[in-house]
């Protein structure tokens, strides 16, 4: 099973980053080369150097480092306990697996740097005209926000709409989140109790398989988007012509990628601001 997800999910993410390249290379370009804007960099402390420093920068890496334990963690989770295909809660210890598979399921669908990527791709395929540089503004957590990216995928690369529509369920990460489950051994069932759901007997109940299907999403989806982004990064120093056209900023002025270069096997890029 866990094969087939995976192939399905490297898929959908491949059209959708295709697609972000056709769709406004320049975004996708800033996309790929992890760009931020950096409010550290705009005060009046700045005035007197020359030339002063641009908020808008390229291989940000602090929301990388602040999601690097999870990501580690449940890589590893995933080594141990689906080494074969045929992986099942079964036993005490199997319901220890269900509820450390509940927790990563939580985290993936609050991780800030998760949903950034997911957020600036689908503003990419839908036809924003900028790139999203500045994106503190944006609630990074809760229903409202998955379900706009959801809508922006689904006529725009509904490969990969329907993966995150199988994975995420609100009111499932509300309950694991705010502990208002209990799991039935016997029957293999997660009963839920949060508001959403009381007084539905079929929403209320979660069987086993069904969990493990949206956590094997889920986990495929978030392993499988960072790999590929990875790869795409690094393919992309070697694309002299996508790199040398300017790229529109937000306050008409243009960014011209300078250089780029594998540093310690991690890509990293230079650009320059034309002001003319």
């Given amino acids: 099973m866990i094969r087939e997800i995976k192939n399905e999910v490297r898929e959908a993410i491949c059209k959708a980053f295709s697609c972000a390249l056709h ?18 960099f705009v005060g009046n402390q700045f005035a007197s150097l020359d030339p002063k420093p641009s908020p808008y920068c390229l291989d940000y890496m602090l929301d990388a480092y602040k999601d ?48 950034k990527y997911l957020y600036r791709l689908s503003n990419i395929v839908s036809g924003k005209d900028y790139y999203d540089w500045e994106v503190s503004n944006v609630k990074f957590h809760g229903y409202p926000l998955i379900i706009e990216i959801k809508e922006k995928l689904k006529d725009a690369c509904p490969e990969l709409y329907k993966i995150i529509d199988t994975s995420y369920t609100g ?23 949060c508001d959403r759901v009381k007084n539905d007997s079929v929403l209320s109940r979660l069987s086993f398989d069904e969990f493990q299907i949206k956590f094997l999403y889920s986990v495929e989806l978030c392993y499988e988007f960072s790999h590929i982004f990875h790869d795409t990064r690094k393919k992309l120093i070697e694309d002299k012509l996508l790199l040398s056209q300017p790229i529109a900023l937000p306050d008409g002025r243009l960014l011209k990628i300078t ?14 601001i034309i002001t003319e």
């Fill in 23 to 40: 769709r406004n290379s320049g975004s996708f370009v800033l996309f790929l080369a992890r760009g931020d804007y950096d409010r550290h």
């Fill in 68 to 115: 690097e334990t999870r990501d580690q963690f449940y890589i590893r989770y995933l080594n141990r306990r689906y080494k074969h295909d045929d992986f099942k809660y079964l036993g005490d210890e199997g319901i220890d697996d269900l509820c450390v598979e509940m927790m990563i399921y939580s985290h993936v669908w609050e991780s800030e740097a998760f949903l």
């Fill in 171 to 193: 009111y499932i990460r509300d309950c694991f989140a705010h502990s208002l489950f209990n799991v039935d051994k016997d029957a293999r069932i997660i009963e839920l109790f």
């Fill in 259 to 272: 250089g780029a270069e594998l540093f310690h096997g991690e890509p990293r890029f230079r650009a320059s």
